[in-house]
């Protein structure tokens, strides 16, 4: 089955710099990858997410990155911001099921 | 606005209790997942449902059951609740349409407590 790897488990940058969190899966076959932030106390949101017959989508100071042959994509956040602060989950699909594979999420914290 | 609801923040229950736990979504969506998180080990899928009464186990799913009636609505069951399901579970809902790639729209969780 799926296997998402995810890292690092925790990063702190200051505010301004750039933040970059990097998954891996196993599914070759997998070709939807989307990324979660969960602030404190709340629920997962989706604020990003790519497909397969791109290799990177922007959004405003958000970025994803798709290497479909190494397997992985990473998440990018640059300037980043206090509001930054949260947990970031990546995500990837079981390509013959009906269920998505989540990485172990990464606590990012931006001092400010 | 897709709205997911859960019908308890936090509980509290003593081992060997029956919990029940409730998700309803408002649009029309046809999969519902159940996961519980805990500290380093991310989301893990408990079960999910694509259609109504129709249910897949997810990873974790012993020590679970779930039941889906109704389209909007998904439960969760702890036939006997143990220590180690102390966790926050997440109720999650995406259109479906016989597709897997699309964005999950969470509830806001219950924390539960296994005494």
């Known amino acids: 089955g799926e296997n998402v790897e995810q890292h690092p488990s925790t990063l702190s940058v200051q505010e301004g710099d750039s933040a970059v969190i990097k998954c891996t899966y196993s599914?070759?076959?997998?070709?939807?990858f989307p990324w979660y932030k969960q602030e404190l106390g709340k629920r997962p949101q989706l604020i990003i997410d790519i497909r397969s017959n791109v290799g990177e989508k922007k959004d405003q100071r958000i970025a994803v990155t798709l290497n479909k042959t190494a397997k992985h994509f990473s998440l990018h956040i640059t300037e980043t911001q206090p509001e930054d602060s949260a947990v970031y989950f990546c995500?990837?699909?079981?390509?013959?099921?009906?269920?998505?594979?989540f990485g172990a999420g990464t606590r990012l914290t931006v001092k400010p | 606005d897709v709205k997911v609801t859960q019908s308890s923040r936090y509980l509290v229950k003593r081992t060997g209790e029956k919990v029940f736990l409730e998700c309803v979504q408002d649009m029309d969506h046809e999969n519902m997942f159940w996961y519980r998180q805990d500290p380093g080990l991310g989301l893990r899928l408990i079960y999910f449902?694509?259609?109504?009464?129709?249910?897949e186990k997810g990873d974790i799913p012993e020590g679970y059951s779930v039941s889906r009636e109704k389209k909007e609505r998904f439960s969760l069951i702890l036939e006997s609740a143990s220590t180690n399901q102390t966790s926050m579970y997440l109720c999650?809902?995406?259109?479906?349409?016989?597709?897997?790639?699309?964005?999950?729209?969470f509830g806001p969780g219950t924390r539960l407590l296994v005494l």
């Open positions: 599914d070759s076959a997998s070709n939807y």
């Open positions: 449902s694509y259609d109504v009464k129709m249910k």
């Open positions: 995500a990837a699909p079981l390509y013959n099921n009906n269920d998505m594979r």
């Open positions: 999650a809902s995406s259109l479906g349409m016989g597709s897997t790639q699309e964005t999950q729209y």
